[in-house]
């Protein structure tokens, strides 16, 4: 901690503010689920911010700003710390942001737009959305616990891209406000293809403050499980239920054994040593859906109404990264890596990878609509580590084969997928924090004074 800096923000912010000192509220705030990876895991461990701040205005993130740009002091901006990459975790001291306290839901527009600050709990927003007649398009897995503002800032899709792509797509984003970094700070407001310049950069480039997010309209859904006795019988099943626009789904996930075994809480719709799929249909196509998981070869093992955020059991919790922590409390040995598999010729990439890796590579496929609108299966696969070396051999051959992958054993963003090859982020950067204050080190291809041509 720093006691001077505490108490410089203190006059800078007034009676009452919130400035934290407190070893143990620095070290949570400092840190997110960065220890999924045993690459970053010692890398992380030890960094931590020199004092929290929790603003409640974007006065008061204007006034922090100006302080730290005239101290020279780095800021971090964290929203939940539930992301998996250390995206919030300060390489270098400094102040933690923590929007937490600005969670004001302001509107939901008459055409289903959701008018809010950063620290709005995204399942806080689901259940309001729901009783006006809308639903998020999309939320990650961490959904009663993960943030607007952090979603934007590090995250890029989950349930419902299904239907409804990533959060860079088909304008899911429709605006937001930030903070910057220059001299003096100001508000300064993206819509349309500008929020791509600040979308998934880690808070590098800038601070949220507001956000127009896009809903969809709501749907009655049912949840369901159904085995199949192959991995290729459930995965071709899955895709084609993903794939297929006369379907009305949600949520589109596929598992091979061992994975289902992971899944305690929910050991009664698994079957020993049989494929898993998960899924949302919309609740009018339940009874069809289990007529076609019969004529796949299928048994339908679960099959219940999704409620809200709190429904019990709430399936999602075991789809996308929430697959990875699973694992890892069944075999502290696994970790996973974040793939883009072929539309085409994804089975022959799954072949190659058996055929090279054996049962190091289990299959998790999540099946997600691309910006071209085609349905394709992206994956966050199982992966039991050994050395570093070996997981770095695993990256490079997927890339060699054809499979995308966004690495997170990486803590910086170029090579952390989302990182855009027209520079927008870096150029953002460049222009609202020239001095490179904002979650510095987490931009690799940043140079002080730097210009791309």
Request: charged share 20%; with cysteine.
């Amino acid at each position: 901690m720093d006691q001077h800096l505490a108490a410089e923000l203190c006059g800078v912010l007034g009676e009452g503010s919130r400035v934290l000192t407190e070893p143990a509220v620095l070290d949570r705030l400092s840190h997110d689920f960065y220890w999924y990876s045993p690459v970053l895991r010692p890398l992380l461990v030890n960094k931590n911010g020199d004092v929290a701040v929790q603003p409640v205005s974007t006065d008061e993130i204007l006034a922090v700003l100006h302080y730290a740009g005239e101290h020279h002091v780095p800021v971090t901006v964290r929203g939940a710390g539930t992301g998996n990459y250390g995206q919030c975790v300060p390489l270098h001291g400094g102040i933690v942001l923590d929007l937490s306290l600005m969670d004001k839901l302001e509107e939901i527009t008459p055409d289903g737009v959701a008018v809010c600050q950063p620290g709005l709990r995204l399942g806080a927003l689901e259940t309001e959305a729901r009783k006006r007649g809308w639903e998020l398009r999309m939320y990650p897995s961490t959904l009663v616990k993960a943030s607007v503002g952090g979603f934007l800032g590090g995250g890029s899709g989950g349930i419902g891209s299904v239907a409804h792509g990533a959060l860079r797509d088909f304008d899911n984003v429709r605006a937001f406000e930030l903070v910057t970094m220059e001299d003096p700070p100001r508000v300064v407001r993206h819509e349309g293809s500008s929020v791509h310049e600040i979308l998934h950069a880690w808070g590098t480039n800038g601070v949220l403050t507001r956000i127009w997010f896009a809903l969809a309209p709501a749907v009655e859904w049912t949840q369901a499980t159904a085995v199949f006795d192959t991995y290729p019988q459930a995965f071709r099943f899955t895709q084609s239920i993903a794939a297929d626009p006369a379907w009305t789904k949600r949520l589109a996930t596929v598992f091979e054994w061992p994975i289902p075994s992971f899944f305690t809480p929910i050991r009664e719709t698994t079957r020993e040593g049989k494929a898993l799929a998960l899924l949302m249909i919309a609740s009018a196509q339940a009874e069809d859906f289990g007529a076609a998981v019969k004529a796949a070869g299928g048994e339908v093992t679960f099959s219940g109404p999704y409620e809200g955020p709190r429904t019990r059991p709430l399936l999602s919790d075991y789809t996308w990264n929430h697959t990875t922590l699973w694992a890892m409390k069944a075999d502290p040995a696994y970790t996973y890596l974040q793939c883009g598999f072929s539309a085409t010729e994804c089975e022959e990439q799954f072949r190659l990878l058996r055929e090279r890796y054996g049962q190091e590579v289990l299959f998790h496929i999540e099946f997600m609509k691309n910006g071209d609108g085609q349905v394709i299966p992206g994956a966050i696969p199982v992966v039991r580590f050994s050395t570093e070396e070996r997981l770095n051999d695993m990256i490079a051959y997927c890339r060699a084969i054809g499979v995308s992958v966004a690495n997170p054993h990486v803590n910086y963003l170029e090579d952390g997928g989302r990182f855009r090859p027209d520079h927008v982020q870096l150029l953002a950067k460049q222009r609202y924090d020239p001095r490179g204050l904002l979650n510095p080190g987490k931009m690799i291809s940043f140079r002080k004074q730097a210009v791309i041509r």
